[in-house]
């Protein structure tokens, strides 16, 4: 097998929460201040329903506009990575255009990480190991690429090609059975 590099760890710190209850939070707010604001106004509360009002929507509105800032902010931070990763990709590519397997690899390994979640360089990665009739590893990443895009004939008949390779043949006729119920695959990077 050959040796993996692996990405540095994402050092971000700090709370986050997605976007959803970001959302929940907000409309909480906003329609906590109706309801005190309607009290309010039926005199059951000894508050400025309009004044309420104004600062439950002002509360939401900052609410939103700060998580808001702050997904941007951490978006915009992993923009020099991500530029990284795809000229390390385009090298990978160009190995693999020259039929360089092993350096095609070792990038491909490298971007697709730990957690094997670049689908590209899945992809590239189980092509190389078919090209050097590493057929174990043909089958883990196919796998690690189909649990990211299940409905990739191509790859569903890679994986039964690797299966009958190691003579698992139930195992290839279900692979070649996922592969048939699916469209021909159209490659989209």
């Known amino acids: ?13 700090g709370i986050r929460f ?16 109706i309801i005190v ?26 609410v939103v506009c700060c998580a808001s800032t702050l997904m941007l902010g951490s978006v915009a931070s992993k923009m020099p990575e991500y530029g990284d ?18 350096n095609a690899l070792l990038v491909f390994t490298e971007l ?7 689908k590209r360089a899945l992809y590239y990665a189980a092509r190389c190991y078919e090209q050097m009739d590493d057929w174990e590893n043909v089958k883990k990443y ?10 990739d004939r191509e790859v569903w008949e890679m994986l039964s090609d690797a299966h009958k390779r190691l003579f698992e043949y139930s195992e290839a006729e279900y692979a070649q059975e ?6 021909e695959s159209e490659k989209d990077d």
């Open 142 to 151: 196919c796998n690690a690429y189909l649990s990211l895009k299940p409905k």
């Open 178 to 183: 996922k592969a048939s119920k699916l469209p």
């Open 37 to 62: 604001a309607w009290l309010s106004a039926q005199a059951i509360l000894p508050f400025n329903g309009p004044m309420v009002l104004g600062m439950a929507i002002l509360a939401a509105t900052v």
């Open 1 to 13: 097998m050959m040796p993996q590099m692996t990405p540095p760890e994402d050092e971000g710190s």
């Open 85 to 102: 990763m795809e000229i390390r990709f385009e090298e990978g590519m160009v190995y693999f255009g020259n039929e360089e397997w092993e």
């Open 18 to 33: 997605p976007p959803k209850y970001i959302g929940i939070l907000a409309m909480a707010i906003v329609f906590g201040g």
């Open 112 to 118: 697709a990480g730990p957690k094997l979640n670049h």
